[in-house]
Nanobody
Framework: QVQLVESGGGLVQPGGSLRLSCAASGVIFSINSMGWYRQPPGKERELVARISSGGGTIYAESVKGRFTISRDNAKNTVFLQMNSLKPDDAAIYYC???????????WGQGTQVTVSS
């Protein structure tokens, strides 16, 4: 059983910044990757950023240059630094973890990010 606990969401004005955190706990054999997805109202959930066990990163085109994903392997924690936020960034952001050995995926509870004047 793996639990993902997120924090850092909230309300921010356009152009502002937020830093999301996601800490994984429980039985973890080996982490293949951790990442962030988001789901705006009425839209499909989409990948925002992902970081692999080797440190490689993937970003959605819409957030490149503005968002940065990072990790603390010792604490099984992943971060998402979000700068220059736009109204289109408003969504529920979900943390995701993929187990290397089992291939199982786990989701966080989601944290609301609102970008509004």
């Amino acid at each position: 059983q793996v639990q993902l606990v997120e924090s850092g969401g909230g309300l921010v004005q356009p152009g502002g910044s937020l830093r999301l955190s996601c800490a994984a706990s429980g039985v973890i054999f080996s982490i293949n990757s951790m990442g962030w997805y988001r789901q705006p109202p009425g839209k499909e959930r989409e990948l925002v950023a992902r970081i692999s066990s080797g440190g490689g990163t993937i970003y959605a085109e819409s957030v490149k240059g503005r968002f940065t994903i990072s990790r603390d392997n010792a604490k099984n924690t992943v971060f998402l630094q979000m700068n220059s936020l736009k109204p289109d960034d408003a969504a529920i952001y979900y943390c995701h973890l993929v187990s290397d050995y089992t291939g199982n995926g786990y989701w966080g509870q989601g944290t609301q990010v609102t970008v509004s004047s």
